[in-house]
């Protein structure tokens, strides 16, 4: 899978925040709500038009955008 296929960002929607092609549903809500203790079959409980594969979609965009990250030294 290629979070490409599922994971867009444009400036006029959601400010430009990465969000749920086709949807206004952000990356950052899904990471939220996992970090909360949802699993991925309560995300699409709670938001019946999403699927698992968008919701995976959502966390390799994640880690492709953490593995990016260039962290300093003190």
């Not at 296929?5 to 749920?20: A, Q, R, T, W």
Request: aromatic residues 6%; glycine residues 4%; charged residues 25%.
């Amino acid at each position: 899978m290629k979070y490409t296929e599922y994971i867009v960002s444009d400036y006029k929607v959601m400010l430009g925040k990465p969000i749920i092609k086709g949807t206004r549903i952000t990356v950052e809500l899904v990471l939220k709500k996992l970090a909360e203790g949802a699993s991925i079959l309560d995300i699409v409980a709670m938001y019946p038009n999403l699927t698992e594969i968008q919701i995976r979609a959502c966390l390799e965009y994640a880690s492709e955008v953490i593995s990016q990250e260039l962290v300093l030294p003190d």
